[in-house]
Every structure is written in structure tokens, then in C-alpha cells.
């Protein structure tokens, strides 16, 4: 569990005859990772010079085909709406049961399918395509013509004609634009109108001084609207575009319908036939990869140590004998492809690890540690009951919902359900239910009446120096445990000369440390003058240690390590932000709940709420605006009752408001200072990273799965 797993170097040989038997098996079973010979300079040196087979080429012309066809379903698919329901609760992929077939005859397959109906879908889709451009044409049109609709003007006299060029459009400068036009003889400006920020300028100039004029316009940062191939005056025009846009939009909808069709029946059969595609792809493609002689295929791999008979096993069954394998240890560290193991519980936090690099494979693995160090950091952090049940029940929803379907989704959702219960403990230790329990200020179990014991108390008495203890011994603890990580580490690449000088030295001054400093900063805490006389010379050999190590750059790593354990005090910086923040929020609400103003509130909500219902009905803004003036109408409506009412109202909206917002600042400032601690303390001191993940030879079916021996004799 500390080392990434064994792992052997293979060399197998095989007769061509067998080789394609081979590769379909090693796909199939999907546990060995094929390279390339040229990694081997004693197997290169006997190989034919590789080839890439001219088959490549077509499966790339079908796959393009086919995926043209599948992005179209695709965009049709986002045109429509996801419902919650649908994100949180994705259906699986359904897997369409196959036989395995010649590739040629998968080729006719293809050919036959996109024959049938790939060129009527392209033909829909460019249509559909064109008509969206239009829109956006007309749309582009309509709106332009909503600015000058009171303008008296012959659209189609703008532009160009024999003799001169007419532009309406905006700017913001007036003054600047008319001082640039009046350069020219001919040209001439007038200001037609005014929108909220800009005026609408009618301008023209005579068409041989063109050039000058277009000059004058971008100097005067003139924007014209568009307003091509329009005629008549302003509200025919505008008429005649939103009856265009109607027919385009309904031909759109009819479009998408048609593609909807083609979509739900054939979507599955295109994605079944470009997965087999791909498959077979992979089997071609990863023959470049091996070595040849004029009767032999020469195969390079890795495979874990407890695969290897497993390998032998597969490769002896479809040879026939006609193929040799040879496994020998590693040699070089760095060329290893590096597999993790560890327990089931550990494993979605592999997550972590390789978001900072994956081990080395003579590098300890530090999964082990990290996962249950960051739920402990994130839960001390955080450390509110209530957010934590938050916390567990959004990852559920997350491993059953998108989880499903993605694994990284699914083991971020476990890593994020093990903080939120770890959040859940602390929340307890501290009485933490949306803000530490006070008996002026309640949290919400507080405002039912019920009691909230706190083992530590994160803001009253001693918590807070309590807190900074546990914080800086967890440090201390954290840091040697590293330590104990690179000693290990160091055994096994014999390093021994870097444990005399790193880790002895570090041993020998931290005891030394604690007993010269103890003294002096709790009182009546002594120590023998022997114990002293053995510190200083504890600590004189883990300096000169210390030296020889770092020569002139000791000091540094001294304070570098006074730096690292004094960062373990972010865990009480973080703890009381938390509780500071949520007791904040609790004070707000009783402010605004206890507010006594009697009926001054009722009418200043109900004329501002009409006045904003009444402004996004007229304006057309939004129903969101009409509906949150509605609300202050209603809110307002309450105080006639009691003008309480309405503070009672506002008092939950800052209440349940105010804790999701200290949750997600909370959350995601636990998150990140849990994983620094990690990666900057903790990784500091023994591991660097930089090692390549395992990626056996095989392909996952989402679409497609095999008929079984059985199934194709039935």
C-alpha cells in the first residue's frame, strides 16, 4: 500500500501468424500496457523497421463520417432543456448486445447505414444551420429597427447609390464625429435621436469621396446598424422582420423535430458502430508500437506481478504454443508505469494525490495518509453540524445521480461525504448547528429551545488557544510522519547517507528544541540540568548534521521548518472564520427580527415593490422582476397584519442566506487550505512526483457489449 504496485517488464515473442489472435486477447483481457520496442535498444537492434498499416486511413475516414452525424444529435441534444432531474439522475447508457464480426463487414455496415439516411440528416442539418444564421440576421435587424422606430427615414435610400452613401447609426461622441465629417466638402450629420447612452446619427457623403468618409466615420467611432436590404420606413420594415423571423422560427422547430426523429432512432446505432470502429482501430494502431523479424512479432508490455500468469495464461491459449514470453524486474524507475493499491475506502482519494502528480515508481504512495489527514483537517475547519449534513447529503445526491455515469464525479462525491461527516463530528465537539450556540444569539437548535453542549467552545474561554494546541500538535505529528515516509523511502533506493543527515537531523533537534523552549513558555515546567546538557548536545549534532546537509543554506531550512509547523495553526484560523461568520449571521438576524419600526416598513415595500413589478411588466424585463416586485407587494401586504411579520420574513432570507453563503466560502476555503497542507507541509518532505499511470490495452464499451458464447448459439 505504501509503493504503487509490482510491476514486470515483458517482452513477448510471437509468430506472425498469431500475432492479431494475440492483440484481440490482450484487449480482451485488458491487463497488460503495450509499448513501444524502441524503449528496449537490445530488441530494437534486431527489428525490421516499422510500418504503419495503410488500414488507418480508412478507419478514420469512417469515423469522421460517422461522428459528423453523432455531433449533429449532439448539438440537437443542447438545444433542448435538461431538467434538475435529468443532471442529478443521468440514465446509464443502454448497451446494445453484438456479435463479433470481419471487419469488412463492418465497413458494409457503415457504408449501409450512412447510405440509408446520413445524407438526409447532413441535408437537415445544413438547412437548419442556414436558418439559424437568418435569425440572427433578423434579429440583428429587429433590433436596430426598435431604436429608430420614430425616426421618419426611407430605408432603402440608406447605403449606397449612384451618387452618394447615406449611414444611420450610433456613437457615443457626437461632437467628435461631426469634427471628423466636416473635412470632407460634401459630407453632412444630423442627430436624429438619443438611446440611454448614445445618439442615433443620420450622415452621407458623396460616393466619389467614399474612401475619406468611411475614414471620418471610424474616427468618430460611428457604429452603423444594420439595416441592409430593409425598405420602407421603420414600422413597415420592423413589421415585415417579425413576420420573417415567425416563419424562419417555425421552420427551425420543424427542423429540430425532423432531426429529434432521426436523433431517438438512430443516434444509438451510430455510437454502437463507431465504438466497434474503434475498437478495431486500437487493435491496427498498437501494431505500430511492436517490432518485427522476417517470422516474428516482437511485443514490449507492462503488467502488475499478480497478472503476469494471467498473461501467459491468454497469450499460450490463442498462440498455440507458437509465442514465448519473457518478465524481468525494472530497471529504470522513471520508464514504470505506476498502479495504486489501496483499500477500498482510500481509493477516491488516489483522486487527491494525482491531482498533484501520481508517485514515482520507487516513491511512496502517500494515499494512505492523505485521506484520512484531509477529512480530519477539513472537518476541523469547518466544524458545524449542520453544514455538514449539507455537505453528506449533496454527495450523496452526487454518487447516485452524476456519480453514476462518471467516475471522477463519483469519487469526488465520496471524498466530499467523508469531510461531511468528519464536519458532522467536529460540529458536535464544538456545537456548531449554523453558527456556534450562544444564549444571546441562538443557532438553529438554539431557536427550538434546545440546549447545544460544546466540548471545545471555538470562540469563548480557552477554545481558542485549546484549538491552536491540537492544531500545532497534529502538525508536529504530521510533519515526523512525513519524515517516517522519506526514511522508508530513502531504505529502499539505499540512500542511507541522506538518513544520517536529513532524518537524524531533524530527530535530534526537535526533542532538543522542545526541551530548551518548554521552560520558557510555560511556567514552572523544568527539566534536570542533565536532560539540558543532553539537548545542547542533541541539538549541536543535528546542526552540524543539518550543515553538512544544506552548508549554507541550514538557517533556511530551519525557519523552513518553523514555517511548516506553524502553519498547522490555519486549522484555528479557518475554525474561528467559520464560527466567527456564522455567529455574524445569527447576530444580523436577530437585528432585523427584533427591528420595532412599527408601520413605517409596510408602506416603503409596497411602493417600491410596485414600482419594480410595474417597471418590468411595462419594460418587458423579466418575469423575475415582476415577480420579486410581487413578493415585496405580499411582504409588504403582511405588516398590516403585524408590522413584525415582515422582519420575521427578511429575518430568515438573511438567516438561511447569510449560512449558505459562509458554508460555501467556508467549504471551499477548508478545501483548498487542507489540500496546501498536503501538498506544500506535508509532500515537502519526501514526495515530488512525476510518475505515469498505468493504461492497460483495452477499450471500455459504453455502447456496445459482447453476445456470450452461449447467447450466439441460441
Same mark, same amino acid.
Given at each position: 500500500?505504501?509503493?504503487? #504496485?509490482?510491476?514486470?517488464?515483458?517482452?513477448?515473442?510471437?509468430?506472425?501468424?498469431?500475432?492479431?489472435?494475440?492483440?484481440?486477447? @490482450?484487449?480482451?483481457?485488458?491487463?497488460?500496457?503495450?509499448?513501444?520496442?524502441?524503449?528496449?535498444?537490445?530488441?530494437?537492434?534486431?527489428?525490421?523497421?516499422?510500418?504503419?498499416?495503410?488500414?488507418?486511413?480508412?478507419?478514420?475516414?469512417?469515423?469522421?463520417?460517422?461522428?459528423?452525424?453523432?455531433?449533429?444529435?449532439?448539438?440537437?441534444?443542447?438545444?433542448?432543456?435538461?431538467?434538475?432531474?435529468?443532471?442529478?439522475?443521468?440514465?446509464?447508457?443502454?448497451?446494445?448486445?453484438? =456479435?463479433?464480426?470481419?471487419?469488412?463487414?463492418?465497413?458494409?455496415?457503415?457504408?449501409?447505414?450512412?447510405?440509408?439516411?446520413?445524407?438526409?440528416?447532413?441535408? %437537415?442539418?445544413?438547412?437548419?444551420?442556414?436558418?439559424?444564421?437568418?435569425?440572427?440576421?433578423?434579429?440583428?435587424?429587429?433590433?436596430?429597427?426598435?431604436?429608430?422606430?420614430?425616426?421618419?427615414?426611407?430605408?432603402?435610400? %440608406?447605403?449606397?447609390?449612384?451618387?452618394?452613401?447615406?449611414? @444611420?447609426?450610433?456613437?457615443?461622441?457626437?461632437?467628435?464625429?461631426?469634427?471628423?465629417?466636416?473635412?470632407?466638402?460634401?459630407?453632412?450629420?444630423?442627430?436624429?435621436?438619443?438611446?440611454?447612452?448614445?445618439?442615433?446619427?443620420?450622415?452621407?457623403?458623396?460616393?466619389?469621396?467614399?474612401?475619406?468618409?468611411?475614414?471620418?466615420?471610424?474616427?468618430?467611432?460611428?457604429?452603423?446598424?444594420?439595416?441592409?436590404?430593409?425598405?420602407?420606413?421603420? #414600422?413597415?420594415?420592423?413589421?415585415?422582420? #417579425?413576420?420573417?423571423?415567425?416563419?424562419?422560427?417555425?421552420?427551425?422547430?420543424?427542423?429540430?423535430? !425532423?432531426?429529434?426523429?432521426?436523433?431517438?432512432?438512430?443516434?444509438?446505432?451510430?455510437?454502437?458502430?463507431?465504438? =466497434?470502429?474503434?475498437?478495431?482501430?486500437?487493435?491496427?494502431?498498437?501494431? /505500430?508500437?511492436?517490432?518485427?523479424?522476417?517470422?516474428?512479432?516482437?511485443?514490449?508490455?507492462?503488467?502488475?506481478?499478480?497478472?503476469?500468469?494471467?498473461?501467459?495464461?491468454?497469450?499460450?491459449?490463442? *498462440?498455440?504454443?507458437?509465442?514465448?514470453?519473457?518478465?524481468?524486474?525494472?530497471?529504470?524507475?522513471?520508464?514504470?508505469?505506476?498502479?495504486?493499491?489501496?483499500?477500498?475506502?482510500?481509493?477516491?482519494?488516489?483522486?487527491?494525490?494525482?491531482?498533484?502528480?501520481?508517485?514515482?515508481?520507487?516513491?511512496?504512495?502517500?494515499?494512505?495518509?492523505?485521506?484520512?489527514?484531509?477529512?480530519?483537517?477539513?472537518?476541523?475547519?469547518?466544524?458545524?453540524?449542520?453544514?455538514?449534513?449539507?455537505? *453528506?447529503?449533496?454527495?450523496?445526491?452526487?454518487?447516485?445521480?452524476?456519480?453514476?455515469?462518471?467516475?471522477?464525479? #463519483?469519487?469526488?462525491?465520496?471524498?466530499?461525504?467523508?469531510?461531511?461527516?468528519?464536519?458532522?463530528?467536529?460540529?458536535?465537539?464544538?456545537?456548531?448547528?449554523?453558527?456556534?450556540?450562544?444564549?444571546?444569539?441562538? $443557532?438553529?437548535?438554539?431557536?427550538?429551545?434546545?440546549?447545544?453542549?460544546?466540548?471545545?467552545?471555538?470562540?469563548?474561554?480557552?477554545?481558542?488557544?485549546?484549538?491552536?494546541?491540537?492544531?500545532?500538535?497534529?502538525?508536529?505529528?504530521?510533519?515526523?510522519?512525513?519524515?517516517?515516509?522519506?526514511?522508508? /523511502?530513502?531504505?529502499?533506493?539505499?540512500?542511507?547517507?541522506?538518513?544520517?543527515?536529513?532524518?537524524?537531523?531533524?530527530?535530534?533537534?526537535?526533542?532538543?528544541?522542545?526541551?530548551?523552549?518548554?521552560?520558557?513558555?510555560?511556567?514552572?515546567?523544568?527539566?534536570?540540568?542533565?536532560?539540558?546538557?543532553?539537548?545542547?548536545?542533541?541539538?549541536?549534532?543535528?546542526?552540524?548534521?543539518?550543515?553538512?546537509?544544506?552548508?549554507?543554506?541550514?538557517?533556511?531550512?530551519?525557519?523552513?521548518?518553523?514555517?511548516?509547523?506553524?502553519?498547522?495553526?490555519?486549522?484555528?484560523?479557518?475554525?474561528?472564520?467559520?464560527?466567527?461568520?456564522? %455567529?455574524?449571521? $445569527?447576530?444580523?438576524? !436577530?437585528?432585523?427580527?427584533?427591528?420595532?419600526?412599527?408601520?413605517?416598513?409596510?408602506?416603503?415595500?409596497?411602493?417600491?415593490?410596485?414600482?419594480?413589478?410595474?417597471?418590468?411588466?411595462?419594460?418587458?424585463?423579466?418575469?423575475?422582476?415582476?415577480?420579486?416586485?410581487?413578493?415585496?407587494?405580499?411582504?409588504?401586504?403582511?405588516?398590516?397584519?403585524?408590522?413584525?411579520?415582515?422582519?420575521?420574513?427578511? *429575518?430568515?432570507?438573511?438567516?438561511?442566506?447569510?449560512?449558505?453563503?459562509?458554508?460555501?466560502?467556508?467549504? %471551499?476555503?477548508?478545501?483548498?487550505?487542507?489540500?496546501?497542507?498536503?501538498?506544500?507541509?506535508?509532500?515537502?518532505?519526501?514526495?515530488?512526483?512525476?510518475?505515469?499511470?498505468?493504461?492497460?490495452?483495452?477499450?471500455?464499451?459504453?455502447?456496445?457489449? @459482447?453476445?456470450?458464447?452461449?447467447?450466439?448459439?441460441?
Amino acid at each position: 500500500m505504501l509503493f504503487p #504496485k509490482r510491476m514486470k517488464d515483458l517482452t513477448i515473442l510471437v509468430h506472425k501468424d498469431y500475432t492479431q489472435k494475440v492483440v484481440d486477447s @490482450l484487449q480482451d483481457g485488458g491487463v497488460v500496457e503495450i509499448d513501444s520496442v524502441d524503449r528496449d535498444e537490445d530488441v530494437k537492434e534486431l527489428i525490421e523497421e516499422k510500418n504503419i498499416p495503410e488500414i488507418i486511413t480508412d478507419f478514420t475516414d469512417y469515423e469522421m463520417r460517422l461522428s459528423s452525424i453523432i455531433d449533429i444529435f449532439e448539438r440537437i441534444e443542447e438545444e433542448g432543456e435538461t431538467s434538475i432531474k435529468e443532471f442529478l439522475n443521468p440514465p446509464e447508457p443502454e448497451k446494445i448486445e453484438r =456479435e463479433k464480426k470481419p471487419l469488412d463487414d463492418l465497413f458494409d455496415e457503415v457504408d449501409n447505414l450512412l447510405e440509408e439516411n446520413g445524407k438526409e440528416i447532413k441535408e %437537415l442539418n445544413s438547412e437548419l444551420t442556414e436558418i439559424k444564421d437568418k435569425i440572427k440576421d433578423l434579429k440583428e435587424k429587429e433590433k436596430a429597427l426598435k431604436i429608430i422606430i420614430d425616426i421618419d427615414i426611407e430605408l432603402s435610400s %440608406l447605403g449606397e447609390s449612384t451618387f452618394s452613401v447615406l449611414r @444611420l447609426g450610433k456613437t457615443k461622441n457626437p461632437t467628435k464625429l461631426k469634427s471628423a465629417l466636416e473635412e470632407l466638402e460634401s459630407a453632412f450629420f444630423s442627430k436624429t435621436g438619443k438611446t440611454e447612452e448614445e445618439y442615433l446619427v443620420l450622415t452621407g457623403a458623396y460616393l466619389g469621396e467614399k474612401e475619406e468618409y468611411e475614414r471620418a466615420l471610424r474616427e468618430g467611432d460611428f457604429r452603423p446598424l444594420k439595416l441592409e436590404e430593409l425598405k420602407g420606413d421603420p #414600422k413597415e420594415a420592423l413589421a415585415r422582420v #417579425k413576420r420573417g423571423l415567425k416563419k424562419l422560427r417555425e421552420r427551425r422547430d420543424s427542423l429540430v423535430d !425532423d432531426l429529434r426523429e432521426y436523433k431517438e432512432d438512430w443516434e444509438k446505432k451510430y455510437q454502437v458502430l463507431r465504438e =466497434e470502429l474503434n475498437i478495431y482501430r486500437d487493435k491496427k494502431e498498437i501494431v /505500430q508500437n511492436f517490432g518485427s523479424t522476417d517470422t516474428t512479432s516482437v511485443i514490449k508490455a507492462w503488467a502488475e506481478e499478480d497478472d503476469v500468469e494471467k498473461v501467459e495464461d491468454v497469450i499460450s491459449d490463442c *498462440a498455440k504454443g507458437h509465442a514465448e514470453i519473457v518478465d524481468e524486474e525494472p530497471v529504470d524507475p522513471d520508464e514504470v508505469p505506476i498502479s495504486l493499491e489501496n483499500p477500498k475506502p482510500i481509493k477516491p482519494f488516489e483522486l487527491l494525490t494525482k491531482m498533484f502528480a501520481p508517485p514515482r515508481y520507487d516513491e511512496v504512495d502517500p494515499t494512505i495518509i492523505v485521506g484520512p489527514a484531509f477529512v480530519l483537517f477539513f472537518g476541523l475547519m469547518l466544524g458545524d453540524f449542520i453544514y455538514g449534513l449539507i455537505l *453528506a447529503v449533496g454527495a450523496i445526491v452526487m454518487i447516485k445521480g452524476p456519480g453514476k455515469v462518471e467516475e471522477g464525479i #463519483k469519487n469526488f462525491g465520496w471524498i466530499l461525504f467523508a469531510t461531511g461527516l468528519s464536519t458532522i463530528f467536529f460540529g458536535l465537539i464544538q456545537g456548531g448547528y449554523m453558527g456556534p450556540g450562544r444564549d444571546d444569539y441562538h $443557532n438553529l437548535i438554539g431557536r427550538f429551545g434546545i440546549e447545544t453542549p460544546a466540548l471545545l467552545e471555538t470562540l469563548e474561554g480557552d477554545g481558542p488557544l485549546i484549538l491552536l494546541i491540537i492544531s500545532l500538535v497534529i502538525g508536529i505529528t504530521y510533519i515526523n510522519i512525513g519524515l517516517v515516509l522519506q526514511l522508508i /523511502q530513502h531504505i529502499k533506493r539505499k540512500n542511507y547517507k541522506r538518513i544520517i543527515l536529513e532524518n537524524t537531523s531533524w530527530w535530534l533537534l526537535q526533542p532538543a528544541a522542545f526541551i530548551l523552549i518548554a521552560p520558557m513558555m510555560v511556567e514552572d515546567f523544568t527539566f534536570t540540568s542533565t536532560v539540558n546538557y543532553a539537548a545542547y548536545a542533541l541539538g549541536a549534532v543535528g546542526l552540524i548534521l543539518l550543515a553538512l546537509r544544506a552548508k549554507g543554506l541550514s538557517f533556511f531550512e530551519l525557519t523552513g521548518f518553523l514555517g511548516d509547523f506553524l502553519s498547522f495553526s490555519r486549522i484555528l484560523a479557518l475554525g474561528l472564520a467559520t464560527a466567527g461568520i456564522g %455567529l455574524t449571521v $445569527n447576530v444580523i438576524t !436577530d437585528l432585523v427580527a427584533g427591528a420595532d419600526v412599527g408601520m413605517l416598513i409596510v408602506w416603503p415595500l409596497l411602493a417600491i415593490g410596485t414600482i419594480v413589478a410595474l417597471y418590468g411588466h411595462i419594460k418587458k424585463k423579466s418575469n423575475k422582476m415582476t415577480g420579486v416586485g410581487g413578493a415585496l407587494i405580499i411582504l409588504g401586504a403582511m405588516g398590516f397584519a403585524d408590522p413584525s411579520y415582515p422582519f420575521f420574513v427578511l *429575518a430568515l432570507l438573511v438567516f438561511f442566506a447569510g449560512h449558505m453563503i459562509n458554508l460555501a466560502l467556508q467549504g %471551499l476555503g477548508s478545501f483548498v487550505h487542507s489540500l496546501r497542507l498536503q501538498y506544500v507541509e506535508f509532500f515537502g518532505y519526501f514526495f515530488e512526483g512525476g510518475g505515469k499511470e498505468f493504461e492497460p490495452f483495452k477499450f471500455e464499451r459504453k455502447h456496445t457489449k @459482447l453476445k456470450t458464447k452461449e447467447e450466439m448459439t441460441k
